[in-house]
């Protein structure tokens, strides 16, 4: 019988013992990675020594604002303090004693108010209009939604008891507008009241600005109070729009400026829980007491 050779090397014995070798390195790695994760499970059962519990609080903010026109020169210093609405709500979360970030989204009503407006009135069904003149009072009320993102820092942070500084970035939109014009000086002028413009077309859709305020906490960090500014770096209005009704061809370069007091009150926490409970102090190991040593016993009287 013929024997055909196959052309292929014999294999090496030294190869054959490293096989065996290599599959015992993979067991005791496979072994070694299924007894850490073990250990991490066992881990995650013990009480975390020293490790703060940091959930995310619900906030309701709500509050009125005065709002006016800033830059812009002419338009700037020529309107004049509007009272509007702030309000809507804010998750806080804790980073350290001291700080903690928060994340807000608030509805804002805008504007300016000019008091030397020059209107005629056209209203038909008024019995009598007020003459054709420059007492009249023009206001801009502007509906904004914004997102702050806020760092505070200070004993009140977190909703803590104690004062607080919040300052950061917000963006805007602007989804609605209305100018209304009424005469001065008269009696029922809100009879005569006419709209001059509406509608966020001619507006600055979105836009940035900034937030800066300071705050305190009461009530154990279920209740607080804050006094902020917002100022608009975009411009109210786009270009080529002017500056709506209140300077006819003018320019537009100028901004929203805001001043708030807020009323800032904890609605949730982790687990459902309040205030200062929402973070709890971190649990500590009760400290074992030596063991005792027992007492010999007095000897017996022998009878």
Known sequence: MRHFSTGLPARNSACTSVIPLRRAAHRALFGLGLGSLA???????????????????????????????????????????????????????RLAARSAWQVELLYTRKGAVRHDYWHTYTRSHAATLPPTSSENSCRAELHYLELPVLFTYGPGSGNRTGWYVAAGPQLGLAFDRQETVVPLGIRNAADYQEIVGKGPEPLTRWNWGYLAGLGYQIADGNAGIELRYSGDVSNVYRDGQGSGAFFSGSGNRF?????????????????????????????????????????????????
Request: aromatic fraction near 8%; charged fraction near 15%; charge should be positive.
């Open 39 to 93: 250990l991490a499970a066992r881990a995650q059962d013990l009480p975390a020594v020293g490790k703060l519990h940091q959930p995310i609080l619900v906030n309701l903010k709500s509050g009125f604002n005065l709002s006016t026109y800033t830059g812009g020169g002419y338009i700037g210093w020529q309107t004049g303090l509007k009272g509007g609405f702030t309000g809507g709500l804010s998750a806080t979360r």
């Open 255 to 303: 901004h929203n400026g805001t001043i708030q007091v807020l009323l800032n009150m904890v609605l949730s926490g982790g687990d459902w829980r309040w205030g200062h409970d929402a973070f709890p102090d971190p649990p500590t190991t009760p400290a074992t007491e030596p063991a005792r040593r027992s007492e010999p016993s007095p000897p017996q009287p022998q009878h």
